[in-house]
């Protein structure tokens, strides 16, 4: 899954030289199986998740949709997430700076809807606009809905690794369930919990601060990584349901290892082109 740059290794001196400007870091690639059960017979591809020190760089599946595997990269050290799209040869950047760039976006957009809406009759006011808010972004934010977390205390053996069983919910629907293992009990795991609890606490306040865009605007629900500080440790298994009950997809840890890993894998590739969030809503 990784596209990460090849290296010029012709000779002893250009690879010290290499080595003392770009040198490698050691690290932990995770190989995860996923299944997508909305196709039949369901859809199975493998992601890799890499982590080194404050960076995650994670595979993203195609899905049902028949798209192009793309990838996440999420860089502790500047706060930002960057969605890849390899089909597009481009990326998008999630940041503070984003945040206030949409608020401002809103903001702006409220204002021009109110000043339209001064000369237009009464009768007609209350309607257009609530077509109007309807296809805009609102101005503040409803209190996101908070999911539950559950720990059942089950326990099972899953691809080798004693899990104990999680259950995620929200508005009494469940949303997943996670068989977690203990950081001890994965290659690398204490090294790597601080990436993933980083990346937690930024999705959470991702979710809580981002503008609800309206129909036809992304989605921003309930996210898997959301209770990743809460779990103590790294889901082996996890399986999403959809509204009706039936089981939408899965995800299973098959392999982790240490491994040297180019610094500039938590880059977007050379000569992809960076696009605005949201273009084209």
């Known amino acids: 899954m990784s596209r990460q740059r090849r290296w010029n290794r012709g000779g002893i001196g250009s690879w010290a030289l290499l080595m003392a400007v770009a040198p490698l870091t050691a690290g932990v690639v995770y190989e995860i199986e996923v ?17 080194e020190g404050r960076h ?12 192009k595997q793309g990838e996440m990269i999420f860089r502790g050290d500047r706060r930002e997430m960057v969605v890849i799209d390899h089909e597009k040869r481009s990326y998008q950047v999630m940041n503070e700076e984003t945040m206030r760039q949409i608020a401002g976006q809103v903001n702006a957009a409220m204002s021009q809807m109110q000043e339209a809406l001064k000369d237009v009759p009464e009768d007609k006011r209350a309607m257009l606009e609530q077509m109007m808010k309807q296809r805009m972004p609102t101005q503040t934010p409803p209190k996101r809905a908070q999911s539950e977390l559950e720990r059942t205390g089950e326990r099972a053996t899953h691809n080798g690794y004693p899990c104990v069983k999680y259950v995620v919910r929200k508005d009494g629907r469940k949303l997943r369930e996670l068989w977690v293992t203990d950081w001890d009990n994965i290659e690398g795991g204490k090294d790597v919990v601080g990436a993933f609890e980083d990346m937690a606490d930024f999705v959470r306040e991702l979710l809580d601060s981002i503008p609800n865009m309206g129909p036809g605007g992304p989605e921003f629900g309930d996210n898997a990584f959301e209770h990743m500080k809460d779990l103590g440790g790294f889901p082996v ?8 009950g039936s089981l939408e997809g899965e995800s299973t840890l098959r392999s982790a290892k240490r491994q040297t890993i180019d610094p500039d894998a938590f880059d977007p590739p050379t000569g992809y082109k960076r696009q605005q969030m949201f273009d084209g809503r």
Do not use: N, Y
């Open 237 to 244: 298994l996890t399986r999403e349901f959809d509204e009706d």
């Open 56 to 67: 995650l760089k994670m595979g993203i599946a195609s899905g049902s949709q028949g798209g």
């Open 35 to 51: 299944k997508d059960h909305q196709q039949s017979p369901p859809k199975t591809e493998s992601i890799q998740a890499a982590v």
